[in-house]
């Protein structure tokens, strides 16, 4: 099952506009949308894996230019979102963020490049506590782009045999990590009020 997915997914990532859906997910998920760009840039690069730089720069590159999104409407259009966001599963994260923000300021910014947490949370409390913007722009590029061409770079390294093994054991960890998860949401469903 998962290993037909896998197929499919490197496939899709080899096409030809997969560039520019890649550059269309990285500015959404660090402005307004929760999936982050690694879904894309992992089977990208495993697809043409001596083209791992340039999907590297083209996400950190539309990641930060989404993250600029991001703080403006923090710092111009918070109350628009306001509601829907301290109503949504991030409003406990956001107020994190925004409390951490005040302290740690660049270092958190630069951090947050590199969480699983939607960085879309990280950008727009950014705009909220008013951090300054070409501080903000600097932790953005060396967070973003480390994580991405950190990405790139294990690919890069690993290539075609690392592209034959996790094709190999597609199907195990598809399973493994499909179980995680319905452990994941039984523990959250079972320890709640």
């Not at 697809?47 to 409407?73: D, E, H, N, P």
């Not at 782009?145 to 094709?167: H, P, Q, T």
């Amino acid at each position: 099952m998962f290993l037909k997915l896998y197929d499919r997914v490197i496939a899709l990532s080899a096409h030809r506009r997969a560039p520019a859906i890649l550059s269309v997910l990285s500015f959404s998920e660090s402005s307004v949308f929760p999936i982050p760009p690694d879904v894309m840039l992992i089977p990208m690069c495993l697809a043409r894996v001596s083209k791992s730089w340039w999907y590297a720069a083209l996400c950190t590159l539309f990641s930060v230019l989404g993250g600029m999104a991001g703080y403006l409407i923090g710092k111009l259009a918070f109350e628009w979102i306001e509601p829907w966001l301290m109503g949504s599963s991030y409003a406990g994260t956001f107020e994190s963020a925004v409390a951490a923000f005040e302290t740690w300021g660049f270092w958190y910014i630069l951090v947050a490049g590199f969480t699983p947490i939607p960085y879309k949370v990280f950008t727009v409390s950014a705009g909220v506590v008013g951090m300054a913007f070409p501080v903000f722009v600097v932790g953005s590029v060396i967070g973003r782009g480390g994580r991405f061409f950190l990405v790139a770079a294990l690919i890069y390294l690993g290539g075609e045999k690392l592209a034959g093994g996790l094709r190999k054991y597609v199907d195990v960890l598809g399973w493994l990590l499909l179980a995680a998860a319905v452990i994941a949401f039984a523990v959250v469903e079972l320890s709640g009020p």
